[in-house]
């Protein structure tokens, strides 16, 4: 059985980093884009920020850009998500998402994915 599982999300003040990390285990994801979503409390996802399988095309949300990064480690089956200086706005339950790189891009909606973990929180205090 295939999981994705987030980790590393918490509550921090405004100005903070975090380092979220979505682990896969029962399936490589060496042929998968990844990707992150998030949702915040009484909005709908939105996509963060997505890399491909290879790790050569990135794309990033310009809510987030210059201050997330994202990265992964096929070796390790992992993809990370880098977040500095934190803003109140950033707030929200952070998921990892994965789909087939001969179907999913890294501009594809969140709808084109297939795996999905269950999100790790992350709130930031202003």
């Known amino acids: 059985q295939v999981q994705l599982v987030e980790s590393g999300g918490g509550l921090v003040p405004a100005g903070d980093s975090l380092r979220l990390t979505c682990a896969a285990s029962?399936?490589?994801?060496?042929?998968?884009?990844m990707g992150w979503f998030r949702q915040a409390p009484g909005k709908e996802r939105e996509f963060v920020a997505a890399i491909s399988s290879d790790s050569t095309v990135f794309n990033i949300a310009d809510s987030v850009k210059g201050r997330f990064t994202i990265s992964r480690d096929n070796g390790q089956n992992t993809m990370q998500l880098q977040m500095d200086r934190l803003e109140p706005e950033d707030t929200g339950v952070y998921s990892c998402?994965?789909?087939?790189?001969?179907?999913?891009?890294?501009?594809?909606?969140?709808?084109?994915?297939?795996?999905w973990g269950k999100g790790t929180p992350v709130t930031v205090s202003s």
């Open positions: 029962g399936r490589s994801m060496a042929l998968y884009t």
């Open positions: 998402a994965a789909g087939s790189s001969f179907k999913v891009g890294v501009r594809s909606g969140g709808e084109d994915y297939t795996l």
